[in-house]
């Protein structure tokens, strides 16, 4: 018999703006920085994913490494969907989803920056253009209504940083969770490696 899983406290916090004018933006980067911050236009299961795992990889994200290939496509076709990522000169560092709602309602459904580019304020920049793109959700996607309010959710498991930067970009809780849950397994960004690999001759 399996012993049982051990569980964790875990407190989630639900927060939200109600109008444009609450958003508070970020200093944005100097141009000599080559922070940059574009719309994945092509959705890319891939690349999704890998952005996904890159991001969660220490703060608990595992929910959607189960998903196969089929289901990320679904999850990024859906109309009103869009992910936006920030790139230093080059290299992505961090990316955000978008998932419009009914009743002009937009989800910030994920948001994060890989680890190497923390602590930098690449977060806030792509944080603040990312709310606006939700305020202007409409004028991308065909027959919906302009957006009423955008919300977003994180959580103790999360970057400890994560709340803060959420209410410095005017972002206010208006519900707060406290859950008992089993513990976070570990996500891999790297993944594991066992034995000695076959030596390959080079291509």
């Known amino acids: 018999m399996s012993a049982p899983a051990s569980l964790t406290t875990v407190t989630t916090w639900y927060l939200e703006q109600t109008s444009a004018a609450d958003l508070l933006p970020a200093r944005e980067p100097e141009s000599a920085s080559g922070i940059r911050v574009v719309p994945a236009e092509v959705p890319s299961p891939e690349f999704s994913r890998?952005?996904?795992?890159?991001?969660?990889?220490?703060?608990?994200?595992?929910?959607?490494?189960?998903?196969?290939?089929?289901?990320?496509?679904a999850f990024l076709d859906r109309p009103g969907a869009e992910t936006w990522v920030a790139y230093e000169r080059g290299t992505p560092a961090g990316f955000l989803e978008l998932v419009a709602q009914d009743g002009g309602v937009v989800e910030i459904s994920s948001f994060g920056l890989l680890p190497a580019f923390r602590g930098r304020r690449i977060g806030g920049h792509l944080l603040s253009l990312g709310t606006a793109r939700a305020w202007d959700l409409a004028e991308r996607t065909p027959d919906r209504e302009p957006t009423r309010r955008v919300w977003l959710h994180t959580c103790s498991r999360d970057s400890p940083h994560a709340l803060d930067n959420y209410r410095r970009r005017g972002f206010r809780v208006f519900d707060r969770r406290v859950t008992q849950e089993p513990e976070a397994p570990a996500a891999e960004a790297w993944p594991a490696t066992t034995g000695t690999a076959a030596a390959r001759p080079e291509a």
Request: charged share 35%; no cysteine.
């Open 50 to 73: 890998f952005l996904y795992a890159a991001v969660g990889s220490d703060v608990s994200w595992y929910d959607r490494l189960v998903w196969d290939r089929e289901k990320w496509r």
